[in-house]
């Protein structure tokens, strides 16, 4: 008799979560979904057969979070935030969480454990870059043979990127291009990524082997800067907006003065994390292509979620 596959996924419910979920589920894992609200988890049931997705309560909590991945022979943490709304709310959060995660991991057994990181986090000077960092080396200290996936910007059908410039520029006259939108971007399709953990999750134990205590920067096939990012935003949505460059001195002040909002816009970290390029090394790292992955571009894919705002579209449908 074959033993059930038991997947334990922190972070179920956000943007590249759920992805990973639906592949998991397909390949027949029993799915625990952990999360500190397990009833928002319930929209993931419909990506298994019934009771094969099970929203999970974890509070983050040692205790629970030993409970939540005993008995599984793979876990995934994809938990992050982009800002801070309580103080050492990064370190909370990218750097204690997955200590203790990875902690719990080893204690019970668990065989595989994939963390979702960030892309250029040993570069950025942000406080954003350093916990991720400073989480990646608590992870392989306490798990050693944990795989570490780095993606830049992330891009899909509910991205809180695109969708987010989009809507600011179809209501704003202008939308600015912080220190004159020169930073250089990979952005990966987020179905690329549950691939990559999926072929990792699925991989035989001689190929996991190669895999073990490695980390994959994962960026799709289209290196672009903020200002190209904005041609695609006027190109795939229909919308049109002045550029606005901004010195990194007037980024930095805005940025403060939109940080107090309850949901910012735009952070000072986030300033700081845009003067490095979030690209995929030149050589030297395991990418999509390890694991034969072909990554997925953003003209194939943009457009399907974009047009929504399309001046066009909204004026037939007032009609």
Known sequence: ??????????????????????DL??????????????????????????GQVVPFPCDGSKKDIEKAVNGASLVV??????????????????????????????????NRLIHISALGCDTATSKYAASKLA???????????????????????????FNMF????????????????????????VADIADAALKISESTPDAFKKFQGKTFELGGPDVVTFKDIYAKLKQHAGINFIELPLPWCVAKIEAAILGLLPKPLLTTD?????KTDNVVAAKGV?????????????DAVLPSYLKQYSYKKNKVDAA
Do not use: W
Request: proline share 5%; hydrophobic share 40%; net charge positive.
């Open 286 to 298: 395991k990418t999509f292509s390890t694991l034969g992955i072909q990554a997925t571009s953003m």
């Open 270 to 274: 986030q300033v700081e994390s845009l």
């Open 135 to 161: 989480g990646e080396k608590k992870l392989l200290k306490a798990f050693p043979e944990a795989v570490i996936l780095r993606p830049s910007v992330v891009f899909g059908r509910e991205d809180n990127f």
């Open 77 to 110: 943490n994809c938990v992050g935030i982009l800002f801070e709304k309580k103080k050492d709310q990064f370190k909370k959060i990218h750097t204690d969480l997955i200590n203790d995660i990875a902690k719990a991991s080893a204690k019970c057994g668990v």
């Open 166 to 189: 989009a809507r600011m520029g179809r209501i704003l006259p202008a939308l600015p291009l912080i220190g004159g939108g020169h930073t250089k971007f990979q952005p990966v399709y």
């Open 1 to 22: 008799m074959t033993q059930q596959k038991i997947a334990t996924i922190f972070g179920a419910t956000g943007f590249i979560g759920r992805y990973i979920t639906q």
């Open 25 to 50: 589920a397909k390949q027949g894992y029993i799915i625990r979904a952990a999360s500190r609200t397990p009833n928002k988890a319930f929209f993931l049931k419909p990506y298994g057969n019934v």
